[in-house]
């Protein structure tokens, strides 16, 4: 799917004060498990700048707050942005920043210790997430976690786990690009045949 980013950003923002409610009830446990196992793999260290991209309403980034030095989190829909600042000022959460910015362009100049995203990237065709990761190698984090929808095996449009354009890529594509950008894949979890957590870390690192 190749949505103009100013539909989906509109899209998103419309929704974004229920957003936390709106998955169906035979979604939602699979997006929540995705969830727990980007927060959990992502284990930042104290001093860690943690940037969550697609960051929406603020669930991952927030979570991972109070173990890391500095949380960035951003998306492209000013409603879900608003969500997020709220919901980090109703906690007192005070290391967390949220603004604009996309995969290609996180408008983020900082350094950048850990890069995780969840259930974002499959908005973008599969050439453009090679180039977001592409980008993302760039900002030189040790550690990248994306959670998403993905196959394990063949793609069956009879059976679609999500009704609202998913453009998920295989698993051998999304490890194929994280290698030939630098990063060595540690972890492939599997969530759902149509869903699951990578981690990716820079070879050589710390």
Do not use: W
């Not at 929406?56 to 492209?76: K, N, P, S």
């Not at 793609?155 to 630098?182: I, Q, R, S």
């Amino acid at each position: 799917m190749d949505e103009p980013l100013e539909d989906l950003a509109d899209r998103f923002s419309q929704i974004a004060d229920q957003y936390d409610d709106k998955h169906g009830s035979k979604e939602k446990p699979i997006y929540n498990a995705c969830a727990t196992l980007v927060i959990e793999h992502a284990d930042p260290r104290p001093d860690d700048v943690v940037l969550d991209l697609g960051t929406g309403t603020g669930l991952i980034a927030l979570a991972l707050a109070g173990d890391a030095g500095h949380v960035v989190g951003r998306d492209i829909s000013d409603g879900m942005i608003e969500q997020a600042r709220s919901k980090a000022a109703d906690s007192g959460i005070e290391n967390a920043e949220f603004g604009y910015g996309e995969f290609r362009n996180p408008q983020y100049d900082g350094d950048v210790d850990v890069v995780v995203s969840n259930f974002a990237l499959h908005h973008l065709p599969d050439e453009k997430k090679r180039e977001a990761i592409e980008a993302i190698a760039d900002l030189g984090p040790h550690r990248f976690v994306l959670g998403d929808a993905m196959f394990f095996g063949s793609p069956d449009p009879e059976e679609p786990l999500f009704g609202h354009g998913v453009d998920a890529a295989t698993v051998g594509m999304l490890v194929d690009v994280l290698t030939d950008v630098g990063f060595v894949v540690t972890a492939v979890e599997r969530v759902h045949d149509q869903v699951g957590v990578l981690v990716a870390e820079r070879v050589g690192g710390d």
